[in-house]
């Protein structure tokens, strides 16, 4: 089963130095490929002077993560897709249970390992931590962190299981599966587009799952940090598209209007909490969805299906009414 390794640059000349020599270390039985999304940095040049065995993907413009990775592996012939974020440290070893998965797992068609913080290793990472699950409403949260509540990694999450979304920072997927899905949705960007993905492929069929037996370590923020606004905008405006383009029937429209309800809570939030940036994030976030409901009416029509997409019905009630900041106590 060949494997490629593939990392979407964007003049990320430093993070490269730092985390691509584990990655080629550790790597061995992999292909690695470094995606550059029309860098105006020295980047290029530092791989081909320092790693001769990594192979260079041009892209010709900055697509964001979505076009980016569609750009860059239509042309690879790989069984599996190893998406790896450029702020990511591996370790030894991490390939193997994963791809252990996927040879035994006929139906798996994603995976994640264990993502723990770099910045703070015996805590899980925001994006993804031990798997992805969102509420009926839309919200994404993991195990291991809800909203921004991070738990300890006490070895809870040592398990293999199957989840709803696997992140985007560290994202095994097979080939066949993500192409006959339709790839990534350009139209998001960046964020939650492999929310969206998975929900596809689960609905053809797939399973996604959890192997809690590899671990990576994720930066995060290194391309928008967490209190940036655009990083509010696309996380509010993408979660509403999921929702109209993947939710079947009427119901889709009566879970957007609670949902678009409770953001407009949030945005208050951020205001009172001295955030007017924010505020105004998910203002450009709702009108953003509004332009695109055209397009994705005619989406829906393609991919909207009866899958149980939730794992709870509020996580927002859970965690701010019931106090339940982790995900066992759900």
Not at 93 to 120: C, G, M, R
Not at 214 to 237: C, D, I, M, Q
């Amino acid at each position: 089963m060949k494997i490629a390794i593939v990392i979407l640059n964007w003049n990320g000349q430093q993070l490269l130095e730092k985390f691509l020599p584990t990655v080629v270390n550790f790597s061995t039985e992999a292909t690695v490929y470094v995606a550059d999304n029309a860098s105006t940095d020295t980047s290029i040049t530092f791989i081909s002077e320092n790693f001769p065995t990594v192979k260079i993907i041009q892209n010709m413009v900055n697509g964001g993560y979505a076009k980016g990775y569609n750009d860059a592996l239509k042309n690879l012939s790989e069984a599996i897709f190893v998406l790896l974020n450029s702020d990511v440290q591996v370790t030894k070893n991490w390939l193997e249970p994963i791809i252990s998965e996927f040879k035994n797992e006929p139906n798996l068609v994603a995976a994640q390992p264990k993502i723990l913080d770099y910045k703070n290793k015996e805590y899980f990472e925001y994006a993804g931590a031990a798997g992805g699950f969102i509420d009926k409403y839309g919200y994404p949260f993991c195990r291991g962190r809800i909203f921004n509540s991070l738990e300890k990694d006490l070895r809870q999450y040592n398990d293999i299981t199957e989840i709803f979304w696997a992140s985007g920072a560290c994202f095994f997927v097979k080939a066949k599966a993500f192409w006959e899905a339709g790839g990534f949705d350009e139209d998001y960007f960046a964020h939650q587009e492999e929310i969206d993905l998975c929900w596809r492929m689960q609905s053809q069929g797939g399973k996604i799952k959890y192997v809690g037996t590899s671990t990576v370590y994720h930066v995060g923020g290194a391309t928008l940090e967490t209190s940036n606004p655009k990083k509010t905008f696309y996380n509010f405006r993408n979660s509403l598209l999921n929702l109209l383009k993947n939710v079947n029937g009427l119901q889709a429209f009566v879970i957007l209007f609670i949902r678009m309800v409770l953001d407009g809570v949030a945005a208050f939030q951020f205001l009172f909490q001295g955030k007017p940036k924010h505020f105004l994030a998910i203002i450009k976030a709702h009108i953003g969805f509004y332009k695109l409901i055209p397009k994705f009416l005619q989406k829906r029509k393609k991919y909207a299906s009866n899958l149980k997409f939730y794992h709870i019905k509020s996580i927002v009630y859970q965690y701010f009414i019931r106090n339940n900041k982790n995900f066992n106590e759900l």
